[in-house]
């Protein structure tokens, strides 16, 4: 291909100096890797030769053969083979996320057990595996396992100081204000989603599907940021991230793939920035500590504040803690004491009546931010003397 057809494919070479956004990189992962600038990614997708070590063809029943992952590019001549290049490429993900960067990893049960140890051996801080159950899995053809009808997926920050991104409310509000768990079900890329070339064959084997890569990047991106995949295939991650709003970077030794990655990318709208917005971490707005409450005569002292069930009733004093029995203390501190715990979220533990409705006073914090300057809300919920 030359450079001109490259150009208008979308597929670059890294400039100097510079970080190729949104562009397909042809070339063998390493060399390109080697190219970028340290400290320069936000994420690292990636999904690794899996060395599945096929010895000869999978049939079915009817003894037709099944269309798996059989490329050279899933070859290797040994373990110890495959461990070298998995710890040279991870190496190089690590120089190139930033402090606070991550990395994501997919495989099966051949290799996500060998990445792990590369990635704590290289000093990446591990914070979650996560498993993907297949709606729609293979079936096991030969009848002597279990079917396979799950992959694993590696969540690791750069190091164990990283502060990784990840943007716990929305997960939250996309499954019905719900905790997200570590196991997504989705099924394998069919349908219309699914590549396919001039004979109407799979583009490419094990092409991932779009929700999988729409979670995960608004989970631990933000829009604007830059990800990187390093094995960039038919360019699902160039597909999602340039969807929501994130800068991207695909890595890709076959020319093949990387021309109908761009291609594909190309056809891609991005939302608008609006659509974008996610719902934000309590622990990100500006702190107010429960005094200023007290301190903008929000709450006076000397009203009472009880648990949800109204089981336990404390009074406010001017110094922002509480009383109650002859016991007094902070609003969290109070509140783990009274119940036997360790802790205790005050602001979520204490209440305050309005209009005959008990309501947290996590919901005050809101009106002194407001009088702070720092929030354009208010919430309206200022308690009675």
Same mark, same amino acid.
């Given at each position: 291909m030359s450079l001109r057809q490259r150009a208008r494919a979308g597929l670059s070479a890294v400039p100097r100096g510079g970080v190729p956004v949104n562009r397909v990189l042809v070339g063998d992962c390493l060399e390109e890797l080697a190219k970028l600038p340290a400290a320069s990614i936000d994420l690292v997708f990636a999904d690794p030769p899996y060395n599945l070590q096929l010895e000869r063809d999978l049939l079915r029943p009817n003894n037709t053969k099944v269309d798996g992952v059989d490329d050279e590019w899933d070859k290797f001549s040994s373990f110890a083979d495959y461990d070298r290049f998995s710890r040279a490429w991870?190496?190089?993900?690590?120089?190139?996320?930033?402090?606070?960067?991550?990395?994501?990893?997919?495989?099966?049960?051949?290799?996500?057990f060998r990445l792990g140890v590369a990635l704590q051996d290289l000093g990446f801080w591990i914070q979650n595996d996560v498993i993907w159950r297949k709606t729609n899995p293979m079936p096991n053809f030969r009848g002597r396992r279990f079917t396979n009808a799950h992959e694993t997926l590696i969540w690791a920050g750069r190091d164990q100081k990283s502060r990784v991104t990840f943007n716990y409310e929305a997960m939250k509000a996309l499954n019905d204000d719900?905790?997200?768990?570590?196991?997504?079900?989705?099924?394998?890329?069919?349908?219309?989603?699914?590549?396919?070339?001039?004979?109407g064959r799979k583009a490419h084997p094990t092409q991932k599907p779009e929700a999988l890569l729409h979670r995960l990047l608004l989970a631990t991106t933000n829009p604007g940021e830059v990800v990187l995949d390093p094995f960039f295939g038919t360019g699902t991650t160039g597909t999602v991230a340039k969807r929501l709003g994130r800068r991207w970077i695909g890595i890709e030794r076959d020319p093949g793939y990387a021309a109908a990655a761009?291609?594909?990318?190309?056809?891609?709208?991005?939302?608008?920035?609006?659509?974008?917005?996610?719902?934000?971490?309590?622990?990100?707005?500006?702190?107010?500590?429960?005094?200023?409450?007290?301190?903008?005569?929000?709450?006076?002292?000397?009203?009472?504040?009880?648990?949800?069930?109204?089981e336990f009733r404390a009074?406010?004093?001017?110094?922002?803690?509480?009383?109650?029995? *002859? %016991?007094?203390?902070? &609003?969290?501190? +109070?509140?783990? !004491?009274?119940?036997?715990?360790?802790?205790?979220? =005050?602001?979520?533990?204490?209440?305050?009546?309005?209009? *005959? %409705?008990?309501?947290? &006073?996590?919901? +005050?914090?809101? !009106?002194?931010?407001?009088?702070?300057?720092?929030? =354009?809300?208010?919430?309206?919920?200022?308690?009675?003397?």
């Open positions: 991870l190496g190089e993900c690590r120089r190139v996320l930033k402090p606070d960067g991550a990395l994501w990893v997919i495989g099966s049960y051949h290799n996500i719900l905790q997200m768990r570590s196991d997504w079900l989705f099924p394998i890329c069919s349908g219309p989603e699914r590549l396919k070339d001039g004979k761009a291609e594909r990318i190309g056809k891609v709208r991005p939302l608008s920035p609006s659509s974008l917005e996610t719902a934000k971490s309590k622990r990100h707005e500006p702190r107010v500590p429960f005094g200023t409450i007290i301190e903008l005569g929000i709450l006076e002292p000397g009203i009472t504040l009880t648990d949800e069930r109204g009074e406010v004093r001017a110094d922002g803690t509480l009383a109650i029995a *002859g %016991r007094q203390g902070s &609003i969290h501190r +109070l509140g783990a !004491e009274i119940q036997g715990k360790a802790a205790c979220n =005050g602001w979520t533990f204490w209440h305050i009546e309005v209009e *005959g %409705r008990r309501k947290p &006073i996590d919901a +005050l914090r809101e !009106e002194a931010r407001r009088q702070l300057g720092l929030s =354009g809300n208010a919430v309206g919920l200022v308690a009675a003397e």
